[in-house]
């Protein structure tokens, strides 16, 4: 079964760090692109509604940053654990969001992400003092 699950989230300080986790099984994470998307508080019912492209890894290890996260986010690959990581730095109160991983194709813009596999649960995460 194809699938990706993600963790890491909870509760930081402004400033803060945090690492996220996109777990895949079923399919071998380094033949596609990944993006990382993120919800407003209150969309979590509705997974995939209203979402922020965050950053997206193509296959070839290109790497894309939305405007609001470049500089503070990292997207990286652990191909020996099937793994796809985004490390969040200095966050912000307004990085706060339910955070999803899907496969996704990164446009040629760097700032437009299109989710190619369904979404899943997401992992909260929410910066607050």
């Known amino acids: 079964q194809v699938q990706l699950v993600e963790s890491g989230g909870g509760l930081v300080q402004p400033g803060g760090s945090l690492r996220l986790s996109c777990a895949a099984s079923g399919f071998t994470l380094d033949k596609y692109g990944i993006g990382w998307f993120r919800q407003a508080p209150g969309n979590r019912q509705h997974p995939g509604v209203e979402?922020?492209?965050?950053?997206?890894?193509?296959?070839?290890?290109?790497?894309y940053y939305a405007d609001s996260v470049k500089g503070r986010f990292t997207i990286s690959r652990d191909n020996a654990k099937n793994t796809v990581y985004l490390q969040m730095s200095s966050l912000k109160p307004e990085d706060t969001a339910v955070y999803y991983c899907t496969t996704a194709e990164c446009g040629l813009d760097g700032r437009t992400y299109y989710p190619t596999s369904d979404w899943g649960q997401g992992t909260q995460v929410t910066v607050s003092s």
């Open positions: 979402t922020e492209g965050v950053s997206c890894r193509s296959s070839d290890g290109s790497t």
